[in-house]
């Protein structure tokens, strides 16, 4: 079964290609979102990856905390939106 990642405090240049390679080192990627402003267009810093569940527990244990891009990573489980201001 497939768990999805919140990937967050990721340098505003970051690729969807490097964030699979550095994910990759821990198993399949089966996709990555990386956040956009809707207005601008620009990276939010954070985004989504998903991965088979051991593959996203060996990669919460090896990219927390950790460098990329010359920022430290935070990387949990993805949590479902709760309330908030919702979709326009």
Same mark, same amino acid.
């Given at each position: 079964m497939a768990?999805?990642?919140?990937v967050g405090n990721?340098?505003? @240049?970051a690729?969807? @290609?490097a964030v699979r390679a550095a994910f990759e080192a821990f198993g399949t990627v089966h996709d990555v979102l990386l956040v956009t402003d809707r207005e601008t267009g620009r990276p939010r810093g954070f985004g989504f990856v998903e991965m088979d569940e051991d593959a996203a527990n060996a990669a919460i244990e090896g990219l927390d905390s950790k460098e990329f891009g010359g920022r430290n990573l935070t990387?949990?489980?993805?949590?479902?939106r709760q309330g908030g201001r919702g979709r326009r």
């Open positions: 768990k999805r990642l919140y990721l340098p505003f @240049d690729t969807t @290609d990387v949990n489980v993805a949590r479902e």
